[in-house]
C-alpha cells in the first residue's frame, strides 16, 4: 500500500512540492523527454522494434504524466495556459503509451510495411536523416491523417473553408503559413489573453469565492468565456503547431485539418463531442 501511495504522491505531488519552469528543468526534463519521444516515434516506423517501443513507451508516459502534474507551467490564475499545458503532456504521455505497447508498427495507408521507402538508405547519413524525418512527421501528426490509426469512419475531421483550402490546394505552402499566423494564432491568442484579463478583474474585485457570490446570469457568463477560453487557447497552440508542422518538419498541409468545427453550432451533445469538438488522435 506504501508502495502505491508513494508512486501516486510521485506522480501528482501536492501543489507545495511542485517545481516552478526552469531553464534547469527544461534541459534535464523537458528536452531530454522530447528527444526520446522523437527516438519512440522513428522506431513506431519501423518494423521489428516492438521490443524497443515496449521499453520506451511505459517510461516516456510515466515521466509526462510527472511533467504534467508535478510543474507550475503558469500562474495560478491563468486557468487557459495551466489546461493547454497539462493536456499538451498529458496527451502527448498516453500516445507514447499506445504506441509504446502496440504489437504493430505504425502505417501509412498506403504502405505495407512501415516506413517501407526508408528501409534500405545508400548510406549512414541517409538512414540518419530518414529517422528524423519519420520521427517528426510521426510526431507532428497529431490527428493521423494518412497514418492507419487516424482513418476510419468514426473520425470526422472538420472540412477547412477558409481561403487556406485553396493556398493548400495550389501548393502555396507559404501563403497558407502566412494565413494561418495572421488570421488564425493572432486573434485567437488576443481573444485568450482579454478573457484572462476579464478572470483576473473578477477576481481582483469579487473576491476569491467570486464565482459563489455570482447571480445566475453571471455564472452563465462565466462558464461561457470559460469555453471560449479552453477553445481558443487549444485552438492557437494547435495553429502554432501547424505552422511548425508544415514550415519546419515539412507535413503536408492536409495533415493540419482545423482544429474544431465551430462546437457553439451543436444542437445535441452527441454532435458536440464526436463531431464539432476536436477529433485529435491520442
Known sequence: MD?????????????HERKSPSLHLVLSNVLPWFALYGLLSAFCRRPNTRLQRMLLGPILFFWGVRLSLGTKWCPPDDLGGNVVATMVFISLSFRAL???????SQKKV????PGERHLHPPSIFHQFYWYIEDALDLSCTIR???????????LKLPVDKSIRQKYAKDGRKW????????????????????????NLV????????AFQKATLLQRLAIESWTFFLIVFNLG??????SILGVGIACNDISNWPPMFDQPW????????????????SP
Open 202 to 209: 473578477i477576481s481582483h474585485f469579487g473576491g476569491p469565492d
Open 144 to 154: 493521423g491523417v494518412n497514418y492507419d490509426f487516424g482513418s476510419g469512419s468514426g
Open 175 to 198: 501563403a497558407w503559413l502566412m494565413h494561418t499566423f495572421v488570421y488564425r494564432v493572432l486573434p485567437k491568442f488576443i481573444m485568450t489573453d482579454i478573457i484572462n484579463h476579464l
Open 236 to 241: 492557437y497552440l494547435y495553429d502554432l503547431v
Open 3 to 15: 508502495l502505491i501511495t508513494n508512486g501516486v504522491s510521485w506522480l501528482m505531488p501536492p501543489q
Open 98 to 104: 499506445v504506441f509504446g505497447l502496440s504489437p504493430q
Open 265 to 280: 453550432l451543436s444542437t445535441s451533445l452527441h454532435e458536440f463531442w464526436a463531431v464539432r469538438w476536436h477529433q485529435v
Open 110 to 113: 498506403d504502405e505495407k510495411i
